[in-house]
């Protein structure tokens, strides 16, 4: 499979304790974002790269929350100190927006389901 | 960013065909509209896009008026697995990647047997 892939899928923690999210993007794609999602809403920006380059951050990005993309390749999402709000879906998509034929498509993986007790 | 207004939900009945509309009244010269599906517990998945006029591909068509302030999407003979959100896009395609793709609450269509 040569799609996005976020990890773990599931993750249930208690408050105040630190988690971590993977994402795998698509290989040739450069730009990598992370996006929020709760029950009922859109998804919700939350930061994107451009190869390892952090590019913008969302204000929804508190100081708890932090994203790496250390070799232009995979990225984490780690999120200090959880709280109960923070219980959401968070998705990964990539792009390669250099393609003559581009259309911005974003390639979302599966998404990681945090659940903060 | 452009804001759009979608329908919360809607209803169809299998066979039917399905026309979402999307409002973009404040959509820009340079602006695209994209929309995408989601199943429950997936990302979302982009189905089609356009600039204007009418854009067509197998799964689905793509319709703007002239003036560009809102586009239907439309889904023929829908099946139970057309069952998802659909969220209405519009940005700056020479942008994307530099501007946040920002998606409203979409709409929830729920096809019934």
């Known amino acids: 499979d040569t799609g996005v892939s976020q990890n773990p899928r599931h993750k249930i923690t208690k408050r105040g304790q630190n988690v971590t999210f993977r994402c795998d993007p698509i290989?040739?794609?450069?730009?990598l974002y992370w996006y929020r999602q709760t029950l009922g809403q859109g998804p919700e920006f939350l930061t994107y790269?451009?190869?390892?380059?952090?590019?913008?951050k969302s204000r929804l990005l508190s100081d708890r929350f932090s994203a790496e993309r250390p070799k232009g390749s995979f990225s984490t999402l780690e999120i200090q100190r959880t709280e109960q709000g923070d219980s959401a879906m968070y998705l990964c998509?990539?792009?390669?927006?250099?393609?003559?034929?581009?259309?911005?498509?974003?390639?979302f993986g599966e998404g990681s389901r945090l659940t903060v007790l | 960013l452009a804001k759009t207004t979608q329908p919360i939900s809607m209803d169809s009945y299998e066979g039917q065909e399905v026309n979402i509309t999307c409002s973009h009244n404040?959509?820009?010269?340079?602006?695209?509209i994209t929309w995408y599906q989601q199943f429950p517990s997936q990302g979302p998945r982009f189905i089609i896009q356009?600039?204007?006029t009418k854009v067509t591909n197998e799964v689905a068509s793509l319709f703007i008026p002239a003036d560009r302030k809102s586009s239907t999407l439309s889904l023929p003979r829908v099946s139970l697995s057309d069952t998802a959100v659909y969220y209405c896009l519009v940005g700056d395609l020479s942008n994307f990647g530099n501007e946040k793709l920002t998606f409203g609450t979409g709409t929830r269509l729920t096809i019934i047997p």
């Open positions: 404040n959509i820009a010269t340079n602006d695209y």
């Open positions: 290989s040739e794609h450069n730009r």
């Open positions: 790269f451009q190869n390892e380059a952090q590019l913008e």
């Open positions: 998509a990539s792009s390669f927006p250099g393609q003559t034929s581009n259309t911005g498509e974003l390639f």
């Open positions: 356009g600039y204007k």
